[in-house]
Nanobody, 124 residues
């Protein structure tokens, strides 16, 4: 059973950067992903990475600004967020999917284990 713990959230002004971390115990052979949710909106996929770390994909809204990575031991995952905008605000969750690479792009239903979330607030 995987266990996930996020850290690194905080408050930043528009144009700034944050780096989120996720310690993913028991998930070294699983795909991992970052999702976010803001008040009144459904949880949405931000980025995901394959079990081996070679494959990644991003939501169109963050492509070119965010970068997902995981350590060679695959037990930690990161989300480097640059050029942050107010619409990037929300609670960010890391999650694991019991597959090497999800067949459906950034699908919440594919991910079975979730962290507790970390708040990101971007002010204009």
């Amino acid at each position: 059973q995987a266990q996930l713990v996020e850290s690194g959230g905080g408050s930043v002004q528009a144009g700034g950067s944050l780096r989120l971390s996720c310690v993913a115990s028991g998930a070294s052979s699983y795909a991992l992903g970052w999702f976010r949710q803001s008040p009144g909106k459904e949880r949405e996929g931000v980025a995901e990475i394959s079990a081996g770390g070679a494959l990644t994909r991003y939501a169109d809204s963050v492509k070119g600004r965010f970068r997902i990575s995981r350590t060679k031991t695959k037990s930690e995952m990161y989300l480097q967020m640059n050029l942050l905008q107010p619409e990037d605000s929300g609670i960010y969750y890391c999650a694991s999917a019991p597959v090497n690479w999800p067949g459906t792009r950034l699908a919440v239903a594919t991910y079975k284990t979730w962290g507790q979330g970390t708040q990101v607030t971007v002010s204009s």
